[in-house]
């Protein structure tokens, strides 16, 4: 395999291009079906016409729908803890729920919490959502739209866009979430992008006949009542319904993009992507919290000391910070479970490598990227996975990732668990040495530790390094 391209970024390379295709991470996370974000775009920006809206409130628009996930899984844990269920299921499910319904809300409550659980387990869950829901419920939607409104900040994006991903879950009557904000109070952008994501939720379930009814029967109470008539107005047209539903879709969103508003791509644009959904990727556990940073920083410096160029090295650093997109597709009762897994449940751990490569390969540009970050998990010796590579079929930036992530795995502290002794995690990743792990790179992370060696400071890190070069010397 190929290392990845030393030329800079293609030059027709679009911001929409890659928001949109790491908008499909955010669907892995909320639990809909694969380009739900695409689709809320395509249906929001069909009343940007209508309203008339300027370029600029249109491009706002724009990735306000693509990115009013952006914030999901910030509470991805702790809805796993209140339902002790798959987060992503009961993200998905309560979708279709009128939370200002008692009935329907009570129903999913009862249909959702604790199903696998003891019965005691449950009836605490059922007890304590009964007791605090309405707490609970504003908890978990505030960490949801304020985290995703800092990573529209993060990314470059304007504080009109901000507002609009930060009050998604405002509703027309006030009895939204978190600030119960009411009819113009609430972005407009909010209004719409609530509107286009039940529209496609309904759409999934049933079609554009179910669609329009639940915004007409949510009409006054979710939504604002001229939103709602002026989308079953242009949703009149059969032809808005086939473009939903037709297999050029990612196409036909890109185009939808203001002409006159569209950036170039640069460099310094896209290393701050690569950090912002590095930030929406280490938030889906508490387990992994700071780990795709820290092992940027890692490959950063360990292809320094292995000759890698600036351009080279840009790239290995993006790679590190997005290998674990996938596990935004991972169920927090996986990434959280403090036992060992079972087979069904390593087998879907193991799925998140492949998520990686199909989420960064819908980037044309980039799928050389997504290559070297999906066979992180790949062996020397060929017992790993996705596809079993083995020697030089991984590529050294692939090596690199590989051995930056298992030595943060072992060595970081994290929220519920301090890091292996320095001493021991060294051995551990000796033992690895020629199977799992490349020797050159091993060699170049010992020579990088203590320049970033995280929680050990130098003096320890270069005492133990020098015994461990003895040791492997001998």
């Given at each position: 395999m190929?290392?990845?391209s030393?030329?800079?970024?293609a030059?027709?390379?679009?911001?929409?291009?890659v928001?949109?295709?790491?908008?499909?991470?955010l669907?892995?996370t909320?639990g809909?079906?694969p380009?739900h974000?695409l689709?809320?775009c395509y249906?929001?920006m069909q009343?940007?016409?209508?309203?008339?809206?300027?370029?600029a409130?249109a491009?706002d628009?724009?990735?306000t729908l693509l990115?009013k996930?952006a914030?999901?899984?910030?509470?991805a844990?702790?809805?796993?803890?209140?339902?002790?269920?798959d987060d992503?299921t009961?993200k998905?499910?309560?979708?279709t729920?009128?939370l200002?319904s008692v009935?329907?809300?009570?129903?999913?409550?009862?249909?959702?919490?604790g199903?696998?659980?003891?019965?005691?387990t449950?009836?605490?869950?059922?007890?304590n959502?009964?007791?605090?829901?309405?707490q609970?419920?504003?908890?978990v939607v505030q960490?949801r739209?304020e985290?995703?409104?800092?990573?529209?900040m993060q990314?470059?994006?304007?504080r009109r866009?901000a507002?609009g991903i930060?009050s998604?879950?405002?509703h027309?009557?006030?009895?939204?979430r978190?600030?119960?904000?009411?009819?113009d109070?609430?972005?407009l952008?909010?209004r719409?992008a609530?509107?286009a994501q039940v529209a496609?939720?309904?759409?999934q379930?049933?079609?554009?006949d179910a669609a329009?009814?639940?915004?007409r029967r949510?009409s006054?109470?979710w939504?604002?009542?001229a939103?709602?008539?002026?989308?079953?107005d242009v949703?009149a047209?059969p032809?808005?319904?086939?473009?939903l539903?037709?297999?050029?879709l990612?196409?036909?969103?890109?185009?939808?993009e203001p002409?006159s508003t569209?950036?170039?791509?640069t460099?310094a644009r896209?290393?701050?992507i690569?950090?912002?959904f590095?930030q929406?990727?280490d938030?889906?556990s508490?387990y992994?919290s700071?780990h795709?940073?820290?092992v940027a920083d890692?490959?950063?410096?360990i292809?320094a000391?292995?000759?890698?160029?600036?351009?080279?090295?840009?790239?290995?650093?993006?790679?590190?910070?997005?290998?674990?997109?996938g596990k935004?597709?991972?169920?927090n009762t996986?990434l959280?479970?403090?036992?060992?897994l079972d087979d069904?449940?390593?087998?879907e751990?193991?799925g998140?490598a492949?998520h990686t490569h199909?989420?960064?390969?819908?980037?044309?540009?980039l799928?050389?990227?997504?290559?070297?970050a999906?066979?992180?998990h790949?062996?020397?010796?060929?017992g790993?996975?996705p596809?079993g590579?083995q020697?030089e079929?991984?590529p050294?930036e692939t090596?690199?990732?590989?051995?930056?992530?298992?030595?943060?795995?072992?060595s970081?502290?994290?929220?519920?668990?301090a890091?292996?002794?320095?001493?021991?995690?060294?051995q551990v990743?000796?033992d690895?040495?020629?199977?799992?792990i490349?020797p050159?790179?091993?060699?170049?992370?010992l020579?990088?530790l203590?320049?970033?060696g995280?929680r050990?400071?130098?003096?320890s890190?270069q005492?133990l390094l020098?015994?461990?070069?003895?040791?492997t010397s001998?």
């Open positions: 190929s290392s990845p030393t030329s800079p970024l030059a027709d390379l679009r911001l929409g291009e928001v949109g295709a790491l908008s499909y991470a669907d892995l909320e809909q079906p380009g974000s689709r809320c249906l929001g009343l940007a016409g209508p309203l008339g809206l300027d370029d409130e491009t628009l724009y990735y990115l996930d914030g999901c899984s910030s509470n844990a702790r809805l796993c803890e209140l339902y002790g269920a992503r009961t998905r499910d309560v979708k729920v009128d200002q009935k329907q809300l009570g129903r999913f409550v009862l249909s959702h919490t199903l696998k659980k003891g019965l005691w449950r009836f605490k869950l059922l007890l959502l009964l007791r605090n829901g309405e609970l419920a504003t908890e960490a739209c985290r995703g409104a800092a990573i529209a990314l470059g994006f304007s866009v507002a930060q998604l879950d405002e027309h009557n006030g009895k939204g978190p600030r119960g904000i009411a009819g109070d609430i972005p952008l909010s719409i609530l509107l496609d939720v309904f759409h379930v049933g079609g554009a329009l009814a639940e915004l949510r006054g109470t939504f604002d009542p939103l709602v008539d002026l989308f079953c949703a047209a032809a808005m319904w086939q473009g539903a037709a297999p050029d990612e196409a036909s969103v890109m185009a939808l002409t569209r950036e170039p791509l460099e896209m290393d701050a690569a950090r912002g590095g929406v990727i938030a889906k508490p992994t700071g795709s940073g820290r890692y490959c950063e410096a292809g000391r292995l000759g890698l160029g600036a351009v080279r090295l840009r790239w290995l650093r993006r790679a590190g910070m997005l290998h674990d997109i935004l597709g991972v169920s996986i959280d479970k403090p036992g060992k069904a449940e390593w087998n751990m193991r998140h492949a199909a989420i960064l390969s819908r980037i044309t540009p799928r050389e990227l997504a290559t070297v999906g066979a992180h790949e062996r020397l010796d060929g790993g996975y596809w590579l020697h079929q991984i050294l090596r690199i990732i590989t051995v930056a992530d298992i030595w943060d795995a072992i970081a502290d994290r929220p519920y668990r890091g292996m002794p320095l001493n021991k995690a060294l990743m000796q690895l040495v020629g199977g799992a490349d050159d790179v091993h060699r170049a992370l020579d990088a203590p320049q970033v995280g050990a400071d130098v003096e890190v005492s020098a015994s461990e070069r003895q040791l001998a």
